[in-house]
Every structure is written in C-alpha cells, then in structure tokens.
C-alpha cells in the first residue's frame, strides 16, 4: 500500500480510528511549528489552536469594520442634518465643504454645476467643457483612483499638480447629471480603484438634493 491507498481506506473507513483510538497517543507526526514529533491528538490540538486564531482575527476585522461603518454613519447623518438647516446655495455649499474637509478629513474639495434653471455667479458654476460633462454623465457609480481627467483636477487650484487619488461623484437630477462633487487627496491610497463607494453614492444623492431645492 502506498499513502494514497491509505488515505483512500480511512475516508471509505471513517470509523477505523475510532475503534483504534490508541493511534492517536501511539503515532507521532512532525510538529507543525518545528521541532520534536508530537501525537496525533497534539497535532489536532494545534490544529484547533490555529482555526480558532483565525477565527478570532476574522472576528476582529468584522468588528473593526462594523465600527468603521458606525462612525461613517454618524458623519452622513451629521452632514445631513447641515444640508437640511441650510437656508440658500450658500448655506449649501457651505455644508459640503465644511463637512468633507472637516468631519470627513477631505483636504481638497470642488464643486461644478451645469444645466442649473436658477443662473448663479461663482466658481462652482463656471463653464465646464462638454468632455467633461459627458465623463460626469457616464458614471454609474462614484470614480475613485487616479485623477487622470486633468481638467476636474485643475478645479483644485494651485494643489492641482499635487493631487494623487480623487473621488468624483455625479451629482443627478432624476437619471440626468448636472455636475460633480470632486475629493482630492495628496494619498496615493485614500481613494482607489474598487473601494466601496456606497457612502459616497449616498452623498452624491444628499447634495444633489440639496442643491436642487435651491436652484431648481
């Protein structure tokens, strides 16, 4: 018999070693962290020890995670309640910036908006090129990585040239966009391709409304 035939025999036997419990204190095997050889019932032992380390570690993560979304949570409800209370776009505008920069730890934020039925003066409705606006419109989700579309950068201003992950989230009115929140960062990491946009989809929704109840 070879170890593939023995194997093959215990899986067909499964109650072989239980009417030969003496196997487990009389065969040795190797320590699975090195050294002398240990019995089969110590080996299962540390194999016990092993998952419920894994266990444990996945638990952890889970917790730490669900706290994460806590704190999240608490930060959107918060940055709701500003856009509620807000009186006028100013009042809007004022709430996005501060709450992103602030509560969110945002450094850079920038706002455009086209199409507004209510004519507005300042640089968040200065003219966007039509490349722009068809990039805004065809985002199903919030982008987050690179900044490669140069032009939304450059509405960072003079830390454009140091900008390293953005986020831009389309801002719509039913399934049409009319502009663009946009969140920079210097990090490389703060915003990456495939990280969870869900908030971020929420807060696109949040101002889009806000902004659309005082400009229409």
């Given at each position: 018999?070879?170890a593939?035939?023995?194997?093959?025999y215990?899986?067909?036997?499964?109650?072989f070693?239980?009417?030969?419990?003496?196997?487990?204190?009389e065969?040795?095997v190797?320590?699975?962290?090195g050294g002398?050889?240990?019995?089969?019932?110590?080996?299962?032992l540390?194999?016990?020890?092993?998952?419920?380390?894994?266990?444990?570690?996945?638990?952890?993560?889970l917790?730490?995670?669900?706290?994460?979304?806590d704190?999240?949570?608490?930060?959107?409800?918060r940055?709701?309640?500003?856009?509620?209370?807000?009186?006028?776009?100013?009042?809007?505008?004022?709430?996005?910036?501060?709450?992103m920069?602030?509560?969110f730890?945002?450094?850079?934020v920038a706002?455009?908006?086209?199409?507004?039925?209510?004519?507005?003066?300042?640089?968040?409705?200065?003219?966007?090129?039509?490349?722009?606006?068809?990039f805004?419109g065809?985002?199903?989700?919030?982008?987050?990585g690179?900044p490669?579309?140069?032009?939304?950068?450059?509405?960072f201003?003079?830390?454009?040239?140091?900008?390293?992950?953005?986020a831009?989230?389309?801002?719509?009115?039913?399934?049409?966009v009319?502009?663009?929140?946009?969140l920079?960062?210097?990090e490389?990491?703060?915003?990456?391709?495939?990280m969870?946009?869900?908030?971020?989809?929420?807060i696109?929704?949040l101002?889009?409304t806000?902004?659309?109840?005082?400009?229409?």
């Amino acid at each position: 018999m070879n170890a593939d035939d023995v194997a093959r025999y215990l899986r067909q036997n499964p109650d072989f070693l239980a009417e030969h419990g003496e196997l487990f204190t009389e065969l040795t095997v190797p320590h699975p962290h090195g050294g002398q050889a240990i019995s089969l019932a110590e080996r299962q032992l540390h194999a016990l020890r092993d998952k419920i380390r894994q266990l444990e570690g996945k638990l952890a993560e889970l917790i730490r995670f669900g706290e994460e979304n806590d704190e999240i949570g608490e930060k959107v409800h918060r940055f709701s309640l500003a856009l509620i209370e807000a009186a006028d776009f100013e009042a809007v505008r004022h709430a996005v910036f501060h709450n992103m920069q602030e509560d969110f730890a945002v450094p850079h934020v920038a706002l455009r908006i086209w199409n507004s039925v209510i004519a507005h003066e300042g640089e968040d409705f200065t003219p966007v090129s039509e490349a722009a606006r068809f990039f805004a419109g065809d985002l199903h989700q919030p982008y987050c990585g690179a900044p490669g579309n140069i032009e939304v950068v450059s509405w960072f201003g003079e830390v454009a040239p140091h900008v390293r992950s953005v986020a831009l989230v389309p801002l719509r009115r039913n399934a049409q966009v009319f502009g663009l929140l946009a969140l920079g960062s210097e990090e490389v990491e703060r915003f990456y391709p495939g990280m969870g946009t869900l908030y971020l989809g929420r807060i696109g929704e949040l101002v889009s409304t806000a902004v659309l109840r005082q400009l229409g």
